[in-house]
């Protein structure tokens, strides 16, 4: 078994197989980096030939250091080339091994050579710069545990991670990294998440307290029970994010991509046709120092889009990973690109803007009543204890401090965006209950008209405070739940730079009243504000202004998925979030930090600006070989100097993105 999970975890890294863990020390130190080392043997061969040629050109060692260039950094590209021909796929490597072995047949073979060496160089770069790219999902892989410390009948023993199920107690002692999400049962100690959330500060977890899987335990010993298996782990949906992000490919790559193999054909056959024909029309001669076999070469080399290739996968695939080490998971590149064209934002209010933190003011009882104020919190809690909304969260912090314990509701229902109801047993008795928006227990009250003026005096005292109102209904007893909310700390200064720095057009969405909503959007700035909103109407909302613009939404709670999920770009707060908004989102800020805005749309920019340099400078160094080359003005060595020069260059250009 332990076995199988080690080949599981190293071939899940896309690491080059001399790194296996299942090489004997020497085996793996010599087949580390074989490529490169072939090429840079490769080059001093050929370096070795080109001075001899220049200072013992009768020599023999000539034609032999040639061959050992063919063969070291040729064979394997060869190979290669006839296994995609067996597929009848004629790619860009197809094109460089015909026109290097061409070229030693037409008696240029130290021009053939170089194109080898530098073909099998970029190569080797581009696999370095696919690494580094890659680095992080490696270092989060690093991060899991293959085996875990299982508490069971007063005895510890190891146990796969795999083989775990859920409700297990398992150890972590301290310096230890968790190996799966669970819950503290007991111990106390500080925590490191640097590696899921960026955040490079230690937190205290005890009792009660969730720990992901990934976090590095510091100092104390904790008992964790096992909330989710090892596949559906924190880390595991992190790794399976970043892993699907790296593989989705924008619209621009992929249209690249479909036509490559159409280009490289017509390339082909050109170069064939200019071989062929040339000579029919005019004076050139085939086999000539620059006859028309020795140009169709240099057009083809210098045509071939290796540049184009390399220059959007790689420029994506760093901007993906820079994002990830900085708290922010991308499902992929494709939204990076969307992201750039956004001309707006939408933000949730609770929990987005503000912290999502409510504290429980005060809760006025509405009618007469013979429930105390503290039964009608336990009742409120024994609801929303199933619920994860700021409000429920709230109201549960509240009810610990009192204690009184939450009872147990039947026929429990919840309705997202505006409440949720069931029954409950207390003092011998049924009692059928309802919490949410006002506008939703309205809808149970039978003697409402008597309600009304209540209910509507003690909004407007709330409202002029900015408090928060959620109701709960008792059988005929009616408690009002007064909250207070807080703005994240730099929540206006996010706001401003959005607005100043980027020029976007800013509004809010949310589901509280309208005048809490207003009072929050003017304290930071956004004064285009939309509220009494349930999801249905936020998504409305969402579609309507998407018809319009690119329009990005942020947002925290189930009752924003559907929005997020119809937006141009989806941005989920990752910590408070819930797993619907996380799901449906195409970004995730995995530390609630809205300060990683700025740094996500210039990076987004960023990545669209290195793009179009790539793209410039591979389409000019084609275009500077290629219609030269046919006029016989582009010797070989130089098509190819441009050629891998120029792939070399976008690579290293797009390696900026990590930064």
């Not at 709230?394 to 949720?420: D, N, Y």
């Not at 209950?433 to 003690?458: H, M, V």
């Not at 700025?598 to 290195?610: G, H, N, R, S």
């Not at 160094?621 to 130089?638: D, N, R, W, Y």
Request: hydrophobic share 50%; with cysteine.
């Amino acid at each position: 078994m332990n076995n199988s999970l080690l080949f599981d975890a190293f071939f899940s890294l896309g690491k080059e197989e001399s790194a296996s863990p299942f090489l004997t020390p020497s085996a793996r130190k010599w087949g580390k980096d074989l490529s490169l080392r072939s090429a840079l043997l490769s080059a001093v061969f050929l370096s070795l030939s080109f001075l001899l040629s220049l200072f013992h050109p009768e020599t023999a060692l000539i034609p032999l250091l040639l061959l050992s260039v063919y063969f070291l950094a040729g064979v394997p590209r060869l190979i290669e080339a006839l296994e995609d021909l067996a597929l009848l796929q004629v790619n860009i490597d197809v094109l460089m091994v015909f026109a290097a072995f061409a070229a030693f047949l037409i008696g240029r073979s130290m021009e053939g050579a170089l194109l080898l060496v530098l073909f099998s160089l970029a190569g080797a770069m581009e696999k370095f710069v696919s690494s580094k790219a890659k680095e992080t999902i490696s270092t989060l892989h690093k991060l899991t545990p293959s085996t875990a410390t299982v508490v069971a009948d007063g005895r510890l023993v190891e146990k796969a991670v795999a083989d775990i199920p859920v409700k297990t107690e398992i150890l972590i002692r301290a310096g230890q990294i968790v190996p799966l999400d669970g819950l503290v049962v007991s111990g106390i100690s500080s925590v490191n998440l640097v590696h899921l959330t960026g955040e490079n500060f230690p937190l205290i977890k005890k009792e009660g307290d969730s720990v992901a899987a990934g976090t590095l335990n510091i100092d104390g010993a904790l008992v964790l029970k096992v909330t989710h298996i090892h596949q559906q782990s924190s880390l595991a949906k992190i790794i399976e994010h970043v892993t699907n992000a790296e593989a989705a490919k924008p619209k621009m790559e992929q249209l690249f991509q479909r036509f490559s193999g159409l280009y490289a054909k017509s390339i082909i056959l050109l170069s064939i046709f200019v071989a062929a024909l040339l000579p029919l029309w005019t004076d050139i001669s085939w086999f000539a120092p620059y006859g028309s076999v020795y140009r169709a070469l240099a057009f083809l080399i210098a045509a071939s889009p290796c540049a184009l290739i390399i220059a959007l996968p790689i420029a994506y695939l760093s901007a993906i990973n820079a994002c990830a080490k900085n708290g922010i998971l991308l499902k992929g590149g494709i939204f990076l690109e969307a992201l750039a064209k956004c001309q707006a934002i939408a933000f949730d209010k609770t929990g987005t803007i503000t912290t999502g933190e409510l504290e429980l003011v005060s809760i006025e009882p509405l009618t007469e009543s013979s429930f105390s104020t503290l039964e009608a919190l336990t009742l409120a809690a024994t609801l929303e204890k199933n619920t994860i909304h700021p409000i429920a969260k709230s109201i549960l912090r509240e009810t610990e401090k009192r204690g009184g314990p939450p009872l147990q509701a039947t026929s429990f229902k919840s309705v997202p965006g505006f409440g949720v109801e069931g029954t409950v047993l207390l003092n011998g008795k049924e009692h059928r209950l309802f919490i949410g928006r006002i506008e939703y227990i309205e809808r149970q009250l039978e003697r409402k008209q008597k309600w009304d003026l209540l209910i509507e005096k003690a909004k407007a005292k709330a409202y002029e405070k900015g408090e928060l109102l959620s109701l709960l209904l008792v059988d005929d007893a009616l408690f009002l739940f007064h909250f207070k909310d807080t703005l994240r700390p730099d929540v206006r200064a996010v706001i401003q730079k959005l607005q100043k720095k980027w020029n976007l057009s800013l509004l809010m969405l949310s589901g509280d009243h309208i005048h809490n909503a207003k009072k929050i959007g003017q304290e930071v700035g956004i004064l285009d504000v939309h509220a009494d909103l349930n999801p249905e109407e936020k998504m409305q909302w969402i579609n309507a202004l998407s018809h319009k613009m690119h329009l990005a939404m942020v947002g925290d709670g189930i009752n924003d998925a559907p929005a997020l999920a119809r937006a141009t770009v989806g941005i989920a707060m990752g910590k408070i979030g819930s797993s619907a908004a996380i799901d449906a989102a195409d970004i995730v800020l995995l530390q609630d930090n809205l300060s990683s805005l700025d740094f996500l749309i210039e990076k987004a920019v960023k990545t669209k600006k290195i793009i179009r340099q790539n793209l410039s400078l591979a389409i000019l160094a084609m275009l500077v070989a290629a219609i030269p080359a046919l006029f016989g003005l582009t010797p070989i060595f130089a098509a190819v100097l441009l050629h891998e020069g120029g792939t070399i260059l976008v690579g290293l250009n797009a390696l900026r993105l990590l930064r």
